[in-house]
């Protein structure tokens, strides 16, 4: 896994804070947040205690900064599918691929993120609810704008912004299963049913 | 919560059983299974725990028997409601109309039952996988019938109806939310995006 999450801290310095994040996220992926303790994430990334708190002050400041980095990861490809495309239709439709890819391809990371959210300190919440609301105003606003110059078809934009959003969320529980194997296949068929969700006119 | 969740287990006895399972619940969504003590469990339903162990072997043995309790009552609303109806598109809108309500109702159950299964042992979880392929037959199975009897045009129907379902796995995670107060509201608005997500046709 490491590997793959690498690449969602790939310019994280000094390498030893890299270090610990991974660490981390895999005890954290193995036991939980609450049982996860700061001498294994250290053990994890081969440094003492003492040697982490130099990156990190503590096990929450950790599970902050991945949730950080996980959700400004997601705004990031979000934005770079939306700048890509012109209309309502192909915007929603390359987002929604892209984010479930994205859940698809760092699952682990996504489960943690995601299902740890509740064990931020409500300052850490806070900070990340701020990116989370940017994420949602981006899908909202795609569907939005689909509605209101004709390509969607849908009676309550709020709902089903959150329904679509929920969707790809969720990828990151279950992937890899059935015939979905590659997040390439989950791009393609949630790029066909956010489509459908919101009433898309065949193009 | 422990009302609403009460609706699950009612016929669970002796009622020091279900008083242990309800205060397992609270535990497990609190801190997460890992973290979770049978000294607390045991304290929660007020009881010693050695008078625990009369009738749960251990914290692994409750959530084996929350978890079979949760797809057990899944199944069951997914069957009465594919039995209301007769056609392929009422039978889909009921069952993930009732599948997402019912996990709106029972959010902290769901979030226990779905998110917790990898800490079920080999044993529990094989036993857990035989209902999750029963609910993941029935809905298939209302897809595919829908696609044979042409009143669903998609091309990938194992992939949608693992995206229905996921979906309404999900609403957990987040129920409440938005214009989403109510678990009515998510029945409604889940209904119609399960129509749209197999493309059947406006009946």
Redesign the interface.
């Known amino acids: 896994m490491a590997s793959i999450e690498e690449a969602i801290f790939p310019h994280l310095e000094p390498a030893a804070a890299r270090r610990l994040l991974l660490a981390a996220h895999q005890v954290f992926a193995r ?5 996860a303790t700061t001498r294994e994430i250290a053990a994890g990334a081969r440094m003492s205690p003492a040697a982490m708190y130099i990156h990190y002050r503590s096990k929450q400041d950790i599970l902050f900064h991945l949730s950080l980095l996980g959700h400004e990861a997601c705004e990031e490809v979000l934005l770079a599918a939306r700048a890509a495309e012109s209309t309502s239709p192909g915007r929603l439709a390359r987002m929604i691929g892209t984010l479930a890819e994205w859940h698809a391809t760092h699952h682990t990371t996504a489960r943690i993120v ?2 740890e959210l509740t064990s931020l300190t409500r300052d850490n919440f806070d900070a990340v609810a701020v990116i989370r609301r940017r994420i949602d105003a981006l899908i909202a606003g795609v569907v939005t704008a689909g509605v209101t110059d004709g390509s969607f078809r849908l ?2 934009p ?3 912004a ?2 679509v959003t ?2 790809c ?3 990151a ?2 992937f890899p ?4 194997h590659s997040p390439a ?1 989950v791009r393609t ?2 790029a ?2 956010a489509l ?2 919101v ?1 898309a006119t065949p193009g």
């Open positions: 036991k939980g947040y609450a049982a995601h299902h009676t309550d709020a709902g089903t959150l329904a929920s969707m969320v969720d990828v529980r279950w299963a059935g015939t979905l296949d068929l949630y066909d049913l459908r969700l009433g």
